[in-house]
């Protein structure tokens, strides 16, 4: 608990000192004294609270926990445009059922409850501390330079991703640059990361690979932990936005992996969206010097998506429908410790990583009464149609076809209140593959509701 008790000092001294509130990273003066450069800064942060409960099918067991957390944030004035930022993070168990006890018909334990605290250590719920940013931040105008653990959003497969007690967090290089109102770049170079639901860091080369890695192409258990040599990852984006289109290019370029470009383009007219995106993927030739079962993605394969989505938006509803269709000769990868795909058809709870040949269909309703503009709630309905899943070549994970339903009610509070906010996701994950569906092959997997319950008090 040694980063906790720190957390605790560092907070008890900055919020006794003379705070600033205003965080604006573009209009912050600049401040040539030592001490009110650190004084005048500014903290902010959040208490989560998080219930969740999955039910699975039949006599399966069933796992219910409640996970409560803190993250405290402290921004420091500019000095010459130079500033820093640093956030700590902690979580504990409250209450909860034996997430470790197996389960008598299949003798697996818990999975997504286990998300909540360290899925590397199944048995640690109170020491779960992290670091999450430590970082200096340079600006100029409107654009701006980080290096250090760095937050990263904003992108189509790297994000911190914040649905569970810890998200995604990254170390490496992050930069903006507005050449005009309308033209802007990224670029990211990412050398560490520490997992969602993990407390430690890792060298990129040491993290790929902590979660499931699935089946090779030739349908044995894959082995690439430790073994890629792949040591950073490098994306770039440039981005042409007006007030009805917005058009992003990325490149990510995975060292001795792979190469992946992103195109999305998204066209606004009175009520309508129409967006588009492709993706075309292919495998490097440094993954031809390791055996099938040590290699990440097949060599010279490629894989292509399209994704689109339409959508009609009025002053209380949004009514979308939307498509995924994945080909080639490849499977669509990406590490799964450095965050998941933002396609028009990913949701909570399903992603498509992993699958090639697929296609996958939204339909999603949302209401937002205009006399509660701080109330949202979504109703989403997807069928998902995978490779059969003895197809290895492009099916890593042995994903079975399957309709994925979610309820939301997302609340924000006003008033006396404000800084409160209620998340409610009910999820229900029913298999419809016409293969015999065996009890270890649903258990956590499919056939199961979820319940989550969320309270965020942000300050």
Not at 144 to 157: A, D
Not at 169 to 180: K, Q
Not at 310 to 322: D, M, N, V, Y
Not at 333 to 350: A, I, K
């Amino acid at each position: 608990m040694k980063i906790t008790f720190l957390i605790c000092i560092f907070s008890i001294s900055i919020i006794s000192l003379k705070a600033n509130r205003d965080s604006s990273h573009t209009h912050i003066k600049d401040t040539f004294n030592l001490a009110q450069h650190f004084s005048r800064g500014h903290v902010s942060g959040h208490f989560r609270n998080f219930f969740m409960n999955t039910i699975n099918e039949g006599s399966l067991r069933d796992y219910w926990t409640n996970a409560f957390g803190m993250s405290l944030h402290y921004e420091s004035l500019a000095f010459k445009g130079f500033m820093f930022e640093m956030k700590g993070i902690f979580t504990f168990q409250t209450f909860s059922s034996d997430l470790n006890y197996k389960d008598p018909i299949t003798g697996l334990t818990s999975k997504w409850e286990h998300e909540l605290y360290d899925v590397l250590d199944p048995e640690n719920r109170t020491d779960l501390d992290r670091l999450e940013e430590l970082f200096i931040h340079y600006q100029w105008k409107n654009s701006f330079i980080r290096y250090g653990r760095i937050p990263i959003n904003k992108t189509p497969l790297i994000n911190q991703r914040d649905e569970r007690m810890k998200p995604f967090a990254f170390e490496g290089l992050y930069n903006e640059i507005e050449f005009t109102k309308r033209w802007k770049s990224k670029s990211i170079i990412i050398h560490g990361v520490s997992p969602r639901s993990t407390v430690e860091w890792f060298q990129l080369n040491d993290a790929i690979g902590l979660y499931d890695n699935g089946f090779s192409v030739n349908g044995n258990q894959s082995n690439y932990l430790g073994l890629l040599n792949s040591n950073y990852l490098i994306a770039q984006e440039i981005n042409y936005k007006t007030e009805k289109t917005d058009f992003s290019l990325w490149n990510f370029y995975m060292d001795k992996l792979f190469n992946l470009n992103w195109l999305q383009l998204e066209i606004n007219h009175n009520s309508w969206k129409l967006g588009l995106i492709g993706v075309h993927q292919f495998g490097l030739n440094d993954q031809s010097v390791l055996t099938q079962e040590n290699q990440y993605i097949a060599p010279k394969k490629s894989v292509n998506i399209v994704s689109s989505i339409l959508e009609r938006k009025s002053k209380t509803t949004a009514i979308s429908l939307s498509r995924t269709d994945i080909f080639g000769d490849g499977r669509f990868v990406f590490p799964r410790e450095l965050g998941r795909e933002d396609l028009y058809t990913s949701l909570v709870r399903s992603r498509f990583e992993g699958l090639g040949k697929s296609q996958s269909t939204n339909f999603s309703l949302t209401y937002f009464p205009k006399q509660k503009e701080n109330l949202e709630i979504d109703i989403i309905g997807s069928y998902v149609q995978a490779p059969p899943t003895i197809d290895f070549a492009h099916n890593k994970y042995g994903v079975r076809d399957y309709f994925h339903t979610i309820f939301r009610v997302d609340y924000n509070f006003i008033g006396k209140l404000k800084g409160l906010e209620l998340d409610f996701i009910y999820i229900y994950h029913k298999d419809v593959d016409t293969e015999p569906l065996t009890q270890q092959e649903a258990f956590n997997k499919t056939n199961f509701h979820q319940i989550n319950l969320i309270m965020n008090v942000n300050f």
